[in-house]
């Protein structure tokens, strides 16, 4: 993971791991309605998980497949969430995009102006193809963020994941680079 910063009109986004500790992580994650479409974060999010989740991301700092980033806001200096890009394949160019924000920055456009940003440098800088996202077929937020955009339902996962126990259904959700 190259050490990169992204600037926008009202954030900018930086390696996680550099600017958050856990205990930021675990705050926000053990909160139900926070984490609730969140298929890969436990509930509750322990003090453990959290660490657990850094080691990981020591473990990829120097992965060039694996963007794990931070996102602030600009005013305030203070972490508002995470962007990523993961699975990256540079022999098919493409990658997987995800978020997540503090719940007391949705509906304020927050996620689109990151997700943009990360969009562009993986276009741009990193020359992929395609960006791809999962998503619960419930989360009708992010499906309309990512319809936003640009992004096409590909198709429906049936049963793909497990949330919190329970099996559930998943969209793929593609952007051409050509289609932006």
């Known amino acids: 993971m190259s050490k990169i910063t992204l600037k926008g009109k009202r954030i900018y986004i930086e390696n996680i791991i550099d600017k958050v500790k856990p205990e930021t992580i675990q705050h926000y994650l053990n909160d139900i309605e926070q984490s609730r479409f969140m298929h890969a974060v436990p509930y509750p999010y322990t003090k453990e998980d959290a660490e657990s989740y850094f080691r990981y991301l020591e473990a990829v700092r120097d992965d060039e497949t694996v963007y794990e980033l ?4 600009i005013e ?5 969430g995470v962007i990523s890009l993961r699975n990256i394949d540079f022999d098919y160019e493409n990658a997987e995009l995800g978020y997540w924000l503090v719940k007391d920055f949705w509906k304020k456009g927050y996620t689109g102006e990151a ?4 969009i562009e440098y993986a276009f741009g800088k990193l020359d992929l193809y395609r960006i ?3 998503l619960e ?3 009708a937020a992010s499906l309309a963020l990512l319809v936003r955009l640009g992004f096409e339902v590909e198709g429906l ?5 497990k949330n919190k126990g329970k099996f559930v259904d998943r969209y793929i959700c593609g952007l051409l680079r050509d289609r932006k």
Not at 115 to 118: P, T
Not at 157 to 161: G, I, M, P, T
Request: charged share 35%; aromatic share 12%; proline share 0%.
């Open 132 to 134: 791809y996202a999962t």
């Open 76 to 80: 305030e200096d203070t972490f508002i």
């Open 137 to 139: 077929k419930d989360n």
């Open 157 to 161: 996962l049936k049963k793909s994941a």
């Open 115 to 118: 997700a943009k940003l990360v």
């Open 70 to 73: 931070a996102i602030f806001d």
